[in-house]
């Protein structure tokens, strides 16, 4: 992937930076980025981060304590007639800890309602997917490793505890 100094968070995506440059005319600097999912997609934003958008990289040390804690992290106790906000609220708004709470819910959703021979809902299931990506594509970078290796490596290493 490369050096991780070259990448940051843009809200919930991995964005490589590949270039830094200043607006004369706002007199701002501006971070151009490549989200990595979308490398057709080019990004100025500025780097004074003003609306919160933009963070650091997790450090591969924080990448295991979260996956070390995954275990522990609770799912959501979630009303029907909120779930969709809490979850695009988790999902666009929430932390690291809160995409994990995220995938727990909607995977234990799922699975409750195939045992009821129920079909699985179709908003969990969107959620599911869209969590996992936002925070496997971070973790696949700060522990350098391949995007499609990631939630085989985080079940190895909760078996092993």
């Not at 971070?31 to 990289?57: A, H, M, Q, W």
């Not at 450090?59 to 979850?87: C, D, F, G, Q």
């Not at 695009?88 to 995977?107: A, F, M, P, R, S």
Request: proline share 3%; glycine share 2%.
């Amino acid at each position: 992937m490369g050096d991780k100094e070259n990448y940051i968070m843009y809200k919930n995506e991995v964005c490589k930076i590949v270039d830094k440059k200043h607006s004369s005319k706002v007199d701002k600097d501006y971070y151009t980025l490549i989200p990595i999912k979308d490398e057709s997609l080019v990004i100025d934003v500025p780097s004074d981060n003003e609306f919160g958008f933009l963070r650091s990289l997790m450090t591969k040390e924080e990448a295991m304590e979260l996956i070390h804690k995954m275990k522990k992290i609770p799912p959501l106790k979630v009303e029907e007639r909120t779930m969709e906000s809490t979850y695009k609220d988790l999902l666009y708004y929430g932390n690291q800890e809160d995409l994990v709470k995220l995938i727990k819910t909607t995977y234990l959703r799922n699975e409750a309602r195939e045992k009821a021979k129920k079909k699985s809902s179709e908003k969990d299931f969107k959620y599911f997917e869209k969590a996992e990506d936002f925070l496997y594509q971070e973790l696949a970078i700060a522990l350098d490793i391949p995007f499609d290796e990631t939630k085989s490596f985080i079940q190895k290493q909760m078996e092993s505890e």
